[in-house]
């Protein structure tokens, strides 16, 4: 694997760094995704009962004793609790904005790497393509060897950039696969809670 990375040329150096960065932001998403994972649905679930039962006090305390999107709706909620349930449902869609795009930080820079890492590999092609057309027409005599070994370095910076981008790209896909769970989550979190406020008021 090595023997063919270093045979693929310069370009393949700057592929790789694009490949660590793309590894570096998936990392990041997946830290703070699944360290914020205990506080979801289940979560939503224990603060509206403790919001039926105890009261918005002891609700609130437990709301602030969480992290993350599902936690931050309900403590919002919680938080305009004395408004009225058009105003509370306001507070909460602009606080979901806020926790949305949060949720997908850094989503483009991944999406960057995805498609930069081929086009780099397309480039490098290109370019040994170039290096190796020049070997031919500077050689005296034509030998397969020379054409065969040429194209292949050349092809292998375009084979390279396709792998990092299919990699990134399962990955990616992993990272939406759990934001979607997360929205999800939120919503069933602020039902939960709305119901619970409606009955609260009465």
């Known amino acids: 694997m090595v023997e063919l990375f ?3 040329g310069s370009f393949m150096w700057p592929i790789l760094a694009i490949f660590i960065v793309g590894l570096i932001f998936v990392g990041e998403r997946l830290y703070h ?6 506080w979801d649905a289940d979560f ?13 006090l002891e609700a609130q305390t437990l709301c602030e004793t969480g992290q993350g999107p599902v936690s931050n709706l309900l403590l919002t909620g919680l938080d305009n609790l004395d408004k009225n349930i058009i105003d509370i449902e ?3 869609d ?3 904005n806020v926790e949305m795009s949060f949720l997908e930080k850094n989503m483009t820079w991944i999406a960057l790497c995805i498609a930069t890492a081929p086009m780099l590999g397309f480039l490098g092609t290109v370019w040994g393509m170039v290096g190796a057309f020049e070997k031919i027409a500077a050689a005296d005599n034509i ?5 065969a070994g040429g194209i292949s370095e050349a092809l292998l910076t375009t084979a390279f950039g396709l792998v990092v981008a299919v990699v990134l790209q399962i990955l990616q896909n992993t990272v939406l696969y759990i934001i979607d769970n997360k929205v999800v989550s939120m919503q069933k979190g602020v039902n939960m809670l709305m119901e619970s406020i409606e009955k609260f008021k009465k």
């Open 94 to 96: 602009s606080k979901a």
């Open 6 to 8: 270093v045979k693929g």
């Open 44 to 56: 939503a679930t224990d603060v509206t009962e403790q919001l039926d039962g105890s009261g918005a």
């Open 90 to 92: 306001k507070a909460i």
């Open 143 to 147: 030998s397969a060897s020379i054409v």
């Open 33 to 38: 995704l699944l360290a914020t994972s205990k």
